[in-house]
């Protein structure tokens, strides 16, 4: 076998930290995670089999809605694509998915962190727990009553909204 040519007389990348020692560059490459695709399957409990809803998919390591996607049916596929081609998600990001109703009130919610796995296959199977708003909101009876050192206010809020409790002690002569 006979090899022609010319020796390479270029040089090496000054900035690769590979340029050192004469090592060849990493076959390593970081790949971004600008595709994502989530599943899921509703029950009966959640919806009917021909009602819509709609996916909410919010990043609670940044804050960022990821999708808002209109759906129908008990099992769901979500394709989410970043056209920049920048990371949907990373690594221990929560990814929180909630379903909304068509009255805009909550049906179910999901959570679940970016792993490595879900990183190499840019997929996640996610599990729904039936979680809807309640219709109206109210504050209930305190447990197990105001006497106690320790005493438990439950309550329940229509939507979501900043809330505040103060409590006043009233001395009785």
């Known amino acids: 076998m006979t090899f022609s040519g010319q020796n390479w007389s270029g040089t090496l990348n000054p900035a690769d930290p590979n ?34 809803y709609i996916l909410k998919v919010t990043n609670l390591k940044n804050g960022k809605l990821i999708a808002d996607s209109p759906q129908q049916g008990y099992s769901f596929r979500l394709p989410m694509i970043d056209g920049s081609r920048q990371d949907i998600v990373s690594e221990g990001d929560v990814v929180k998915v909630d379903v909304i109703g068509r009255s805009g009130k909550r049906i179910a919610d999901g959570r679940f962190t970016v792993g490595q796995q879900e990183l190499a296959s840019a997929y996640r199977q996610v ?6 708003v ?22 329940q809020l229509n939507q979501d909204a900043e809330v505040s409790v ?7 002569g």
Do not use: H
Request: proline fraction near 10%; aromatic fraction near 14%.
């Open 127 to 132: 599990q729904l727990e039936y979680n809807p």
């Open 134 to 155: 309640p219709n109206l909101t109210r504050l209930l009876q305190n447990y197990p009553n105001p006497f106690n050192p320790e005493t438990w206010i439950p309550f």
């Open 166 to 172: 103060c409590i006043t002690m009233y001395l009785v």
């Open 19 to 52: 340029y050192q020692n004469g090592a060849a560059p990493s076959a390593i490459v970081k790949n971004k995670t600008w595709a994502f695709v989530l599943t899921g399957n509703l029950t009966t409990r959640m919806i009917d089999s021909d009602e819509a």
